[in-house]
């Protein structure tokens, strides 16, 4: 189970950090799976976000959020982490953290379908 915390509602140019727990754990080991973030805004697609690689060297992030968004883990705690900065009102959907089906994966994985374990997500909204 993976479960999301950290959204809210803020002001264009705000930051925020989510989190997500992991307790699908041990028959599958968190520091075993690359990480990703995903977001879905209303009325769209779910869109990838940010992916970092299961020992945490590589990390891989959407055009729209790179430079702002900075996608780490604690695998000592089962967390994987998205710190956000200057956050846009185009920024505004509900985050998703998700296990990859593969085991250490390093290379960038952009599609939904290859992750096996999703959470329930947190809403961050951005007001202009």
């Known amino acids: 189970q993976l479960v999301e915390s950290g959204g809210g509602l803020v002001q264009a140019g705000d930051s925020l950090r989510l989190s997500c727990a992991a307790s699908?754990?041990?028959?599958?080991?968190?520091?075993?799976?690359?990480m990703a973030w995903f977001r879905q805004a209303p009325g769209k697609e779910r869109e990838f976000v940010a992916q970092?690689?299961?020992?945490?060297?590589?990390?891989y992030y959407a055009d729209a959020v790179k430079g702002r968004f900075t996608i780490s883990r604690d695998n000592t705690q089962n967390t994987l982490y998205l710190q956000m900065n200057s956050l846009k009102p185009e920024d505004t959907a509900l985050y998703y953290c998700?296990?990859?089906?593969?085991?250490?994966?390093?290379?960038?994985?952009?599609?939904?379908?290859?992750?096996?374990?999703w959470g329930r997500g947190t809403q961050v909204t951005v007001s202009s």
């Open positions: 998700a296990s990859d089906r593969v085991l250490f994966r390093a290379r960038a994985e952009y599609s939904s379908t290859q992750y096996a374990d």
């Open positions: 699908i754990y041990p028959t599958r080991a968190f520091g075993n799976y690359a």
């Open positions: 970092i690689s299961w020992n945490g060297e590589n990390t």
